[in-house]
């Protein structure tokens, strides 16, 4: 089964669900956890697992040859990004903007242009026991995040539970890691912020058609109404975890939650069972 854990806004407690439930599971099984948080991946800080095989990720990139190129425009027109701007007897190429989606190749009348490959970051693996961490990572100063996160879904392994922390937010990256998904858990909080950014991140994954639950983290502060939406939106909230300040030093010392504090263990486990009894009651439903 492939779980992403998700959140409309940073800071909700996403990481420490992900890993959380990563931990719990593999004591009896396969997990891999893919973190695709790839602008900030920090899942190994908490499971502290050597990345021992890396990987570069490319994409192809625009190449003009000048000696076929005629100036004609077409590349620039097909370019739905502007990374190709075409002015009088030059041809400008923007590399930052391109997706490497090969319309300006293909479809340049000349066969003016080649592709390049441009080094845009990192696929990193390592494991220890029955655990598998696979992360991306961007390199600074790069704005292209979904094909890193393509990269690291390309070493999902079926024989495996697979978990994969989704970086904050409602963008291309989120809908990038999300895709494919069988469940997607929403981790919140009970403040307006937190309600709003949920309303967000649940009209994404219903676009996605992907069942979703929720996980509320810190309840003891702001009020009911993430309840209240998730009870009118017909949204279970399988687990909910206190404002507790020995849960916040734990994270702020990078130990994950089940190991600072081992009876957590139990209610991850029975969050998988639910996140299951969900997932079967909509597929017989």
């Known amino acids: 089964m ?49 990345t021992d095989q890396s990987q570069p ?30 002015i009088k007897q030059k041809v400008l190429v923007f ?6 989606c090969g319309a300006c190749s293909y479809l340049c009348p000349e ?55 989704v970086s904050p937010g409602t963008s291309c990256p989120v809908v990038e890691a999300i895709g494919g998904s069988d469940f997607c858990l929403l981790v919140t909080e009970p403040t307006p912020f937190g309600l709003n950014d949920l309303s967000l991140a649940v009209e994404v994954v219903r676009k996605l058609r992907i069942p979703c639950a929720v996980v509320i983290n810190r309840v003891g502060v702001g009020d009911g109404k993430v309840e209240d939406y998730c009870r009118e939106q017909g949204i279970p909230v399988l687990l909910r975890i206190p404002l507790d300040r020995e849960i916040a030093v734990l994270y702020s010392r990078g130990v994950p939650l089940v190991e600072g504090i081992p009876e957590w263990r139990k209610a991850f486990l029975e969050l998988f069972q639910d996140v299951n009894r969900v997932f079967s009651a909509g597929a017989t439903g």
């Open 2 to 50: 492939i779980i992403s854990v998700a959140s409309g806004k940073g800071g909700t407690g996403k990481t420490l669900v992900a890993t959380s439930l990563a931990l719990s599971l593999s004591e009896k099984r396969k997990v891999q956890l893919l973190d695709c948080d790839v602008e900030e991946p920090n899942d190994h800080v908490f499971l502290r697992l050597p």
């Open 111 to 165: 066969s003016a242009i080649a592709e390049g490959g441009k080094e845009i970051g990192v696929v990193e693996k390592g494991s220890l026991g029955n655990l598998e961490l696979v992360q991306g990572r961007l390199d600074i100063g790069e704005l292209m995040a979904p094909p890193i996160i393509r990269e690291v879904k390309k070493h999902i392994d079926s024989a495996s539970e697979v978990i994969i922390d």
């Open 57 to 86: 990720v490319f994409i192809r990139v625009p190449e003009i040859d000048r000696t076929k190129c005629t100036y004609c425009g077409k590349c620039a027109e097909v370019c739905v990004y502007n990374a190709i701007a075409v």
């Open 95 to 100: 590399p930052e903007l391109c997706h490497g």
